[in-house]
């Protein structure tokens, strides 16, 4: 997982909150809005940082040094 620990544009601690936020929208269904207001994630710059993250490593792990 390569999430960012801080949001880019305010610097709150968000990394700590992907593992359940990951679990609840992606495993049980459940809405990303209520998941992030039950997480207490309120801004919108933090609620992009994890709604728009795409879990890349698996993909560029293939690319390695050769």
């Known amino acids: 997982m390569m999430i960012p620990v801080r949001c880019f ?16 929208v992606h495993k049980q ?8 207001s039950d997480l207490g994630v309120e801004r919108y710059c933090c609620r992009r940082m ?7 490593i698996d993909e560029i792990i293939n690319y390695g040094r050769h």
């Open 9 to 24: 544009s305010c610097g709150q601690v968000v990394a700590d909150k992907w593992e359940e936020f990951d679990s609840r």
């Open 29 to 36: 269904h459940e809405d990303p809005k209520k998941v992030l």
């Open 50 to 56: 994890l709604i728009g993250h795409v879990d890349l």
